[in-house]
């Protein structure tokens, strides 16, 4: 069956949804080719994600959201509001979201173990922020732990999306002294698949991405070592930047507002973290596809890999030293103080030496 | 260990341990040897000491003719490898970045196409002289472990370097702290090892022109 015939008139599936709300097959079609596109698939590929997404039942996702900001939530439903991707997300059954969903209190905790039930072993479970291993208090929704509940939730799930740097990796809580024992999803769930989609946050059509694939082939994407997509996470910002041919050429800003900035010089000097972050910012770009940090003038600060606010300061260049040597100081003053002494140590030796020497003479010999 | 976090440890805590054990080492050693001072010649110079010394120094970094002619790859494989060496840690840019940060000076680098090209050049010649002390039997014989030891450090910074950039093997975070790593072990050894000609080379040059002056051998 192909992607016309089934478009918008299976009940419950995306496609009616879509067409529902006046989208056309035409802006579908649109839609699935940039995402087939994005997703590194030949064109041809396009009706089948198309007939797969528009076929698919509404999936049901549970969100949780632990210790974070918001901000995730923030740039996957505003930042390219209104668009078809964020419809898409709409079309999706969000059966528990604190920030979007209208019930709150004992109905929202029920709506998150409806959703359980009704789905067990088939919803997709969407994590951001890290869990407090420190002390339960820390952070709890309707007093229940961000432990117990991720814990509960993940058994009937059939995969877990962490989203964000604080779910995949524990991203600022976990940063140094990490008071609140903060971990990541992975570190406490072994036995699903998961997803993770790294960022502060995480760049919106990535998250849509991510989605998508899942809902097209009913498998989790193919993943890098640190379980993101490879499909995103593949090449570094630095590999794909705009500034790189100057990177090539030794040609560097040397402050944020000086003539080399302007005329778009290498950021490296100043602390970017391009060469060593994975992500897709440098191609998909933000807001639209506008810009990205780099493009407006600041170097990247590496968000989306683990331990990123640790990683020796966002505006040191990755070729200098990450703390200060005060070792190597202490060392210089030991070297010398050392070596002097055993300067002296020889010196008296080779005194002694020629203190003790005895002049062998003619009488000696004839001995 | 993540990745990145393996690489901070080595632009951290592992570069400050490397470089107070060469600093320590090389200031020791340097002290130590220097310090000792040479014996009083009694003897009277066959001739006025001149310039024996410097000379040596500039004339030793070319290669006698026939010897040349006995062994051109142990010196030109060995002059290319050696300025290769020096253009690439001493003119690529995060290195200069590198020395300024600890040292504070700095000077201009190459584009790192050329740097690229000219650490090919020299693992290649690196290679060669591998060979060739490989396959020549009397180096052969002359050659001791910590020789081969020597060269496989010297080595690792070039190709881990070159694959970092190269984006070869690893990844590049892994690749760029194995890289940082490979130059910080190289950095431990080179105080107490034959690589601390580095620090030593001239000034025995000088030292043995001026004594075969002194001995009326002038250059």
Partial sequence: MTAKSSFGREPGSVGEGLARRGISRRDFMKYCSGVTAMLNLPLSMASTVADSIAKARRQSVIWLSFQECTGCTEAITRSHSPTLENLIFDLISLDYHHTLQAASADAAEHAREQAMKDNDGKYLLIVDGSIPMGNPGYSTIAGISNYDMLVESAKGCAAIVAVGTCATYGGIPKADPNPTGAVSVAEIIKNKPIINVPGCPPIPVVMTGVLVHFLTFGKIPELDALGRPKIFYGETIHDRCYRRPFYDQGKFAKSFDDEAARKGWCLFELGCKGPVTYNACATTKWNDGTSFPIQSGHGCIGCSEPNFWDAGGFYKALSMPANPLSMAKKAAVAGVVISTAMLYANRGKKAAAKAAHETTTLADLEK | ?219
């Fill in chain 2, 1 to 219: 260990m993540n990745d990145l976090a393996f690489l901070t440890w080595v632009r951290g805590t592992g570069l400050d341990i490397a470089l107070s054990v060469f600093v320590f080492g090389v200031l020791w050693r340097l002290i130590e040897i220097y310090g000792l001072g040479a014996k009083k010649d009694l003897a009277e110079p066959r001739r006025a000491d001149g310039a024996s010394g410097w000379h040596t120094i500039w004339r030793r970094s070319f290669p006698q003719k026939e010897a040349m002619k006995k062994a051109p790859v142990t010196y030109i494989g060995g002059i290319v490898f050696h300025i290769g060496l020096g253009i690439v840690v001493f003119f690529f840019v995060p290195h200069i970045l590198l020395i300024k940060g600890v040292f504070g000076l700095s000077w201009p680098g190459l584009p790192s196409q050329i740097i690229d090209l000219v650490t090919v050049v020299t693992m290649a010649a690196m290679i060669l002289v591998l060979v060739d002390r490989l396959v020549k039997p009397v180096k052969r014989f002359l050659s001791t472990k910590a020789d081969y030891i020597t060269w496989a450090l010297t080595f690792m910074p070039l190709l881990t370097g070159w694959l970092a950039v190269q984006h070869l093997l690893l990844p590049y975070t892994l690749m760029l702290a194995i890289h940082i790593l490979s130059v910080e072990i190289l950095l431990i050894v080179l105080p107490f090892s034959k690589l601390f000609h580095a620090f030593t080379t001239f000034g025995s040059r000088w030292y043995n022109g001026e004594v075969n002056g002194h001995k009326g051998v002038a250059v």
